[in-house]
Antibody
Framework: VQLVESGGGLVQPGGSLRLSCAAS????????MDWVRQAPGKGLEWVSV???????YYADSVKGRFAISRDNSKNTLNLQMNSLRVEDTAVYYC???????????WGQGTLVTVSS | QSVLTQPPSVSGAPGQRVTISCTGS?????????VHWYQQLPGTAPKLLIH???NRPSGVPDRFSGSKSGTSASLAITGLQAEDEAIYYC????????????FGGGTRLTVL
C-alpha cells in the first residue's frame, strides 16, 4: 500500500490550491479516504472524508471552502482548497480508513503554507 | 482545546512501563465509539499503533497495549526503549460534532 501526496506549496491568503493523493497497492474504490492536517508544531486535525460511494463530510473549520473528491479510475484522491486562510497552514496527509474507522495507512504529507 | 484530553508529556526510564490516558465524554468514548492510537516519530507521518481499543496491527510489538474504562482509554508501553520516544495520539468519533473524527492533543513520550 502506498499513498503519495502532491500539490502543496506557498499561496497567499484568499488563494486556492489543489492537493492530490495517488494510491496504489490496494483496491482504492473499496475504501473511505480522508485528509488529516497538522499545523506546524501542533496536533492532528481531521479535515474531510469521502466514502467509497462518494458521500463527503467536512470539519466545520473548512466547510464551504474545501472540496474532497476521488477518481476511482485513476486511484486518486483530491482536495480542492479555496479561500485559504493563514490558519490553514499545515502538512496535509491523506489516509486510508479501515473498517473500524482507524487510519491504517498514511501518505508522507504535503506542506501547504498560506502567507502574504 | 481537544475533545479528547491527553497529558502533554510522560517520561520513563528504559525498561519501565508508562501509560498514556485519553479522556473523553459521553458523546465519544463513552458512547461506545472505537479508540485508536498512533505513534508519530519526529518528521514522519503518524503510524497506526492500536486500533479498536486493544488490537495491534501486524508488526507492532506486544509491548504496546490498549484498554478502555468508561469515558477514557489508555495506551500502555512496557519495556520502554529509546526508539519509543515519539508523540502519541488517540483518535475516536464524536456524536456531538456531526459524528466527526476527533484526535487527542498528543502526548510526548521522553525516554530518560
Amino acid at each position: 500500500v502506498q499513498l503519495v501526496e502532491s500539490g502543496g506549496g506557498l499561496v497567499q491568503p484568499g488563494g486556492s490550491l489543489r492537493l492530490s493523493c495517488a494510491a496504489s497497492g490496494f483496491t482504492f474504490s473499496d475504501h473511505y479516504m480522508d485528509w488529516v492536517r497538522q499545523a506546524p508544531g501542533k496536533g492532528l486535525e481531521w479535515v474531510s472524508v469521502i466514502y467509497s460511494g462518494g458521500s463527503t463530510y467536512y470539519a466545520d473549520s473548512v466547510k464551504g471552502r474545501f472540496a474532497i473528491s476521488r477518481d476511482n479510475s485513476k486511484n486518486t484522491l483530491n482536495l480542492q482548497m479555496n479561500s485559504l486562510r493563514v490558519e490553514d497552514t499545515a502538512v496535509y496527509y491523506c489516509a486510508r480508513e479501515a473498517m473500524d474507522g482507524s487510519y491504517d495507512y498514511w501518505g508522507q504529507g504535503t506542506l501547504v503554507t498560506v502567507s502574504s | 482545546q481537544s475533545v479528547l484530553t491527553q497529558p502533554p508529556s510522560v517520561s520513563g526510564a528504559p525498561g519501565q512501563r508508562v501509560t498514556i490516558s485519553c479522556t473523553g465524554s459521553s458523546s465519544n468514548i463513552g458512547a461506545g465509539y472505537d479508540v485508536h492510537w498512533y505513534q508519530q516519530l519526529p518528521g514522519t507521518a503518524p503510524k497506526l499503533l492500536i486500533h479498536a481499543y486493544s488490537n495491534r496491527p501486524s508488526g507492532v510489538p506486544d509491548r504496546f497495549s490498549g484498554s478502555k474504562s468508561g469515558t477514557s482509554a489508555s495506551l500502555a508501553i512496557t519495556g520502554l526503549q529509546a526508539e519509543d520516544e515519539a508523540i502519541y495520539y488517540c483518535q475516536s468519533y464524536d456524536s456531538s460534532l456531526n459524528a466527526s473524527v476527533v484526535f487527542g492533543g498528543g502526548t510526548r513520550l521522553t525516554v530518560l
